[in-house]
């Protein structure tokens, strides 16, 4: 998963509690992306942003916030964590060149536990 | 809107056998298709894609995808299975006039190639 990373990999957390998890880019991407990974839903969008500053809400964004404030950071925040917020996280980057169809980069994903 | 189906959660095979992976899509406008693989604990590695021209396309360890516009499928093959094959395989999506470039994931088929 060369140039981008996420952390923590890992984070048990109580509920009611913030959460924020990182990801950090070396590649200059335009787009990044926050996912979910649950069994039984394959990847659900959560935030993504398309430029510093630049945000929107994907399919399961109750909950959750996002903050870009430079290119290679997006960050992603529980404001207050429920046990439905369990699951495995991952980030993903992509550039912006038109009609190359390109897709996704994925970090190694964070595995965080809601208690 | 987009959407893709994974209509399999478990695919098994023998060892030397032909597998398929199968993948069905809907998109309002030409569709950009994309296969990955997620190993335990790992994220998801690209495979292939499809944006235009030949309708079968080969991609990383041996695999290959043939888009089928009539029948809106995108079926994943191998002629002859690894057990290293086995893994978690995502079909994805997008609508080649999403100005956002995200894509749409399947629900994930695990792939299960037995020696």
């Known amino acids: 998963d060369a140039g981008i990373t996420q952390s923590p990999r890992h984070k048990v957390t109580e509920t009611g509690t913030p959460v924020t998890l990182r990801c950090h880019q070396t590649?200059?991407?335009?787009?990044m992306y926050w996912y979910r990974q649950d069994p039984g839903h394959g990847l659900r969008l959560i935030h993504y942003?398309?430029?510093?500053?630049?945000?929107d809400k994907g399919e399961v964004s109750d909950g959750y916030s996002v903050s870009r404030s430079k290119t290679e950071d997006f960050l992603l925040t529980l404001e207050s964590a429920t046990s439905s917020q369990t699951s495995v996280y991952f980030c993903?980057?992509?550039?912006?060149?038109?009609?190359?169809?390109?897709?996704?980069?994925f970090g190694s994903g964070t595995r965080l536990t809601v208690v | 809107a987009q959407s893709v189906a994974q209509p399999e959660d478990q695919v098994n095979v023998a060892e030397g056998n032909p597998l398929t992976v199968k993948c069905t899509y809907s998109?309002?406008?030409?569709?950009?298709l994309f296969w990955y693989v997620q190993y335990p604990n790992r994220g998801l590695q690209f495979l292939l894609k499809?944006?235009?021209?030949?309708?079968l396309v080969k991609g990383s360890y041996g695999f290959e995808a043939e888009f089928n516009k009539s029948q809106t499928s995108f079926h994943l093959k191998k002629p002859s299975a690894l057990v290293s094959d086995s893994a978690l395989y995502f079909c994805?999506?997008?609508?080649?006039?999403?100005?956002?470039?995200?894509?749409?994931f399947g629900g994930g088929t695990r792939l299960m190639v037995k020696p």
């Open positions: 993903a980057i992509s550039e912006s060149k038109p009609l190359m169809g390109y897709g996704y980069t």
């Open positions: 590649e200059n991407h335009r787009y």
């Open positions: 942003s398309y430029g510093v500053k630049d945000t």
């Open positions: 998109v309002s406008g030409n569709p950009y």
């Open positions: 499809y944006i235009t021209g030949d309708n």
């Open positions: 994805a999506v997008r609508d080649g006039g999403n100005a956002g470039n995200m894509l749409t």
